[in-house]
């Protein structure tokens, strides 16, 4: 498995080869509440770089799933559609959102600086 890295949007990101797995982190799902629902981009979806491409609702609020960098959709987690609450019990694992194939490079900070972010 690849490093992960995160976002200033509390996303993290493994790459491997040229796709990268992308989800919320433990801390923006603590911050969001129980998930009651996960909207997520269909496969093939083209994107820029900052453009919301999916929404997680929770009990307390709507967060938006942003893209890290310029891309195209390339699989979604059909098992959170189905159960959003994986996103609480396995953000940073069974509860990833979907798979990206980058066109260009994300800025992504290592967790130390994550870590600080959210200090």
């Known amino acids: 498995m690849s490093e992960t890295k995160y976002t200033k949007d509390h996303e993290w990101v493994r790459a491997e080869g040229d796709v990268a ?7 923006a799902q603590a911050q969001l509440g129980d998930v009651v629902f996960v909207d997520l981009p269909g496969v093939g979806r083209s994107f820029a770089a900052g453009e919301a491409i999916g929404e997680i609702e929770s009990t307390k609020s709507v967060g938006e799933l942003i893209a ?17 609450t994986l996103v609480n019990s396995g953000a940073e694992g069974e509860g990833w959102l979907v798979k990206l194939r980058f066109t260009d490079e994300p800025e992504l900070l290592d967790e130390a600086a994550y870590r600080e972010l959210t200090a």
């Open 21 to 27: 797995t992308v989800g919320i982190t433990d801390f």
């Open 68 to 84: 890290p960098a310029a891309g195209e959709v390339v699989e979604v987690n059909d098992e959170v559609a189905g159960d959003p």
